[in-house]
């Protein structure tokens, strides 16, 4: 019986994923819980208590998913993005032409959250190899030729072994395959 390279190689990548998934999965899991429950894309400013706030569950952004599921490993980055900035404003984006840190949206803009993850050392190389993607990667991109956007690596797989990722972009958290669907801009590993 002779089997083609394609599908030696699709089962190597599919088990190199699934081995991958067990070293750090929590993130993505955490991240996969708001599958069915944040079901709208919002990106309405809204007032936050301070620390710990977030806009009702079944709304948010891209950025929400990633805030959320770090919530549960107990970062909070509403508090860590603006302590960040209140130390050092001058190293984050000047986009929105604000002279100070604001709590309530610092974090949930994807911009900013580059900057943090690099300045925690977090920035790993940005690849198109679907290897070198963990679960609870973050990964950036520019969706809609202009739009930054922010995904969580799954820890679930295609058959040839390309991470899922967990977003929102416009109609609640999903899974799907997509980690190369649009114009990478950053990977993050946080340690």
Known sequence: MRISRTLIFGAFAWLVCVLSAAADARLAQLARQQIGVTVEYDPTYVVLPYPGGDVAPERGVCTDVIIRAFRGIGLDL??????????????????????????NID?????????????????????????????????????????????????????????????????????????????????????
């Open 78 to 103: 509403q508090k860590a993005v603006h302590e960040d900035m209140k130390k050092a404003f001058a190293a984050y984006p000047r986009i929105w032409g604000l002279k100070r840190p604001d709590k």
């Open 107 to 191: 974090h949930r803009r994807v911009p900013n959250l580059r900057t943090y993850f690099k300045r925690r050392g977090w920035e790993v190389p940005l690849t198109h190899n679907a290897a070198d993607y963990r679960p609870g990667d973050l990964v950036t991109c520019i969706v809609g030729g202009h739009l930054p956007h922010i995904m969580i690596v799954s820890d679930r797989c295609t058959q040839n072994g390309t991470p899922l990722i967990i977003h929102n972009i416009g109609a609640g958290t999903e899974e799907e395959d997509a980690l190369f669907l649009y114009p990478l801009t950053g990977h993050y590993r946080p340690k």
